[in-house]
Structures are given as C-alpha cells and as structure tokens.
C-alpha cells in the first residue's frame, strides 16, 4: 500500500485535505468518493516508504522548527554549552520524530561534526538552514 496526500471539497462544497493509504490512485480516489469527498488532487507521498515504518522520515511541522530555533538561540547565547542545550531539546520535545532527529543531529555533533554538517544530514528538515 502507497500512501497518497488528496485535496478535494466535501458536499457542503468545503476545502478538505488528507492522507489516505490505498493501493493505487485511483483506489485512494474512489475510497475518498465513498466518503463524500470530490477529489481535485491526488499525489503519492514521496515521504511513504512502502514496507517501512513513518518514523523512516518523519514530518516535522514549521512550528516545531521555529520553537526549536528561538529556544536554541536564547540557550546559547545564555552560555550554555551547545550539546547541553541540543540535550535539552531533545528530551523536551513533543514529537517524536523530531526529537529522533535531535538525536542524530546531537550524535553527529558529539563524534566532531560541525552543527551545519549535522543539520545538513537532514535536508527533508533543515533544508533552509545550510
């Protein structure tokens, strides 16, 4: 099964968008008409891997980057040490896909890597920040 993000209307003629698993396209399309949704766009996920789990690459939204870029920013520049503050960070934070990610980025560090090439590893979220 492919995972597949939609945008249609509803029958009260409402934008609404998704995520829906199926075999194909035109699956996801005629499940989604089931439920009363007039499809008007239909796109694999390119995030999905079939046979894998999400965590593989997890979606981190732009809120969690903003809030993990201002707390990163009054740490350091409060003193604190950079693995101590990434540390912090990374037991605090709500999703866990992000906090796996912190993780890595906090491991790459500690084995010498700098913090750009750390965040470089992870182009899906830190695509702006390199």
């Known amino acids: 099964m492919k995972e597949y993000t939609w945008t249609g209307k509803n029958a009260d003629g409402k934008k609404v968008k998704g995520r829906i ?26 995030a999905h891997v079939p046979g894998k789990f999400s965590w593989f690459h997890p979606h981190v939204s732009e809120k969690d980057l903003i809030l993990f870029s201002r707390q990163l920013s009054t740490m350091l520049n409060a ?3 950079l693995l101590q503050s990434l540390e912090f960070l990374e037991s605090r934070h709500g999703s866990p896909g992000f906090q796996r990610i912190l993780a890595s980025v906090k491991t790459s560090v500690e084995s010498g890597e700098s913090f750009t090439n750390s965040l470089k590893k992870h182009p899906r979220v830190f695509s702006k920040w390199g």
């Open 21 to 46: 698993r199926a075999q194909g396209p035109g699956h996801a399309r005629i499940a989604l008409q089931k439920k009363g949704v007039s499809v008007l766009k239909i796109r694999e996920n390119p």
């Open 79 to 81: 003193g604190m040490p």
